[in-house]
């Protein structure tokens, strides 16, 4: 994360901290308690060295072929970058993921746990992660069940996976007020202080709900100039 007393440069990452800094004030939060992910999908290197260069750290990306693409290089140059997997993960990509990722928000199912177990123990690198869930029910969508996230988290924490929050995405075009608040009730009965939650459209909602990480991509990057595959 930025620090906040630094000046910013980069005019959309300003104008994201204090909306970020306002909606915590009108929850009686610290904006240094909540994470700004950039997700940068789909941007090149070119596009994302603004954001390095204006102090920013947190990065979130859905792929992990082109993260690996990327990030090596990037890394190399700002050794302090923070990355985030926020998209589905395959369970055949796990070890790609453990080597490059700082964080995983798409755990979702026991295959995936057991890959990534499996990896981190290999590795002798252990990736917190966030279970993802499908909080609206879509079948279009990744997570796992509401009713699942008990036995997931077990599940997770048995094969020795450190488990610091849930993730979600509401449905589009919905209000995602409900689901944020959702989430949030699941997070306390599971004893969770993560929550991944909020972008560009809604993460102020968020804020004021109790999100820990937030991923902003179009609001930071501008629309998109490349398909999104």
């Not at 610290?30 to 596009?47: F, M, N, Q, Y």
């Not at 369970?91 to 295959?111: C, M, Q, W």
Request: aromatic share 4%.
């Amino acid at each position: 994360m930025i620090e906040r007393d630094s000046p910013l440069a980069y005019s959309p990452l300003e104008e994201i901290c204090s909306k970020i800094d306002k909606a915590a004030g009108i929850a009686d939060r610290k904006p240094s308690d909540i994470a700004l992910i950039a997700v940068s999908k789909t941007r090149s290197g070119d596009e994302i060295r603004p954001l390095l260069e204006s102090g920013h750290r947190l990065f979130g990306e859905n792929r992990v072929q082109e993260a690996m693409e990327k990030w090596p290089a990037l890394k190399a140059d700002y050794p302090d970058i923070e990355l985030h997997m926020i998209g589905q993960l395959q369970s055949n990509k796990a070890g790609e993921a453990v080597t490059l990722f700082d964080y995983i928000h798409s755990l979702d199912r026991p295959s995936l746990i057991k890959a990534l177990a499996k990896e981190m123990k290999r590795q002798e690198r252990h990736i917190p992660c966030f279970l993802q869930v499908n909080i609206g029910e879509e079948q279009q969508k990744g997570g796992c069940d509401i009713k699942a996230v008990p036995d997931l988290l077990d599940q997770a924490r048995s094969s020795g996976i450190e488990v610091v929050g849930l993730m979600a995405v509401p449905p589009d075009n919905a209000n995602p007020v409900p689901y944020f608040a959702l989430l949030a009730k699941l997070a306390r009965e599971a004893g969770l202080d993560g929550l991944s939650m909020g972008m560009s459209g809604d993460f102020e909602k968020a804020v004021k709900l109790g999100s820990t990480h937030i991923r902003v991509g179009t609001a930071l990057f501008g629309p998109r100039t490349t398909p999104a595959g």
